[in-house]
């Protein structure tokens, strides 16, 4: 089984700052990893498919990158309906495992 | 416009069983995996069972591998989880999420709202 892990797990920013969030995987998952936003009391809505494709509807101050076992989830200026808990997934292999999450909060 | 009820949830007694549904509609049902993961209160998600879009081939984590079985009828745009031998670890917000491709490892680009299972005496 292919561990995600997340850091940090709480990321504390203001409306309009940059976050960067990451997710290691316990060995190479190669690109096939997704990031997912959640919001309390909501279902997790798709972001970032294979790394860095944006799902749609997704607004561009989204973006993911890396390869491997090293990735980033980027938001380039924070909306204050971004203020979530945020989750990588691989596909790579069986079992799909998806990461702890990383908090986004003001 | 792609849509995920889920139905079935409850309250049962541990070593209980339930059958959890989930119908879709706006998109071509048969063409996709779909997907159960869970979320138990206060913790992160969990993936439970994907199975392809012709129904042939099913996948299942560790946890739930030997109680629950995941099944699809494409004529009536319907996806299943039949969960027996619950437990109390088994309580969770169940979701049904959608493959994003029609390979069965996926991501999931649509999610029902989920259902609350509650495995208690």
């Known amino acids: 089984e292919i561990i995600l892990t997340q850091s940090p797990a709480t990321l504390s920013l203001s409306p309009g700052e940059r976050a960067t969030l990451s997710c290691r995987a316990s060995?190479?998952?190669?690109?096939?990893l997704a990031w997912y936003q959640q919001k309390p009391g909501q279902a997790p809505r798709l972001l970032i498919y294979?790394?860095?494709n944006r799902a749609t509807g997704i607004p561009a101050r989204f973006s993911g990158s890396g390869s491997g076992t090293d990735f980033t989830l980027t938001i380039s200026s924070l909306e204050p309906e971004d203020f979530a808990v945020y989750y990588c997934q691989h596909r790579s292999s069986w079992p799909l495992t998806f990461g702890p999450g990383t908090k986004v909060d003001i | 416009e792609v849509q995920l009820v889920e139905s079935g949830g409850g309250l049962v007694q541990p070593g209980g069983s339930l059958r959890l549904s989930c119908a879709a509609s706006?998109?071509?049902?048969?063409?996709?995996?779909m997907s159960w993961g869970r979320q138990a209160p206060g913790k992160g998600l969990e993936w439970v069972s994907t199975i392809s879009g012709g129904g042939g081939s099913t996948y299942y984590a560790d946890s739930v591998k030997g109680r629950f079985t995941i099944s699809r009828d494409n004529s009536k745009n319907t996806l299943s989880l039949q969960m027996n031998s619950l437990r109390a670890e088994d309580t969770a917000v169940y979701f049904c999420?959608?493959?994003?491709?029609?390979?069965?490892?996926?991501?999931?680009?649509?999610w029902g709202q989920g259902t609350l299972v509650t495995v208690s005496s």
């Open positions: 294979d790394a860095s």
């Open positions: 999420a959608k493959g994003r491709g029609s390979g069965s490892s996926s991501a999931f680009d649509c």
């Open positions: 706006g998109f071509t049902f048969s063409s996709f995996p």
């Open positions: 060995q190479s998952v190669s690109g096939y």
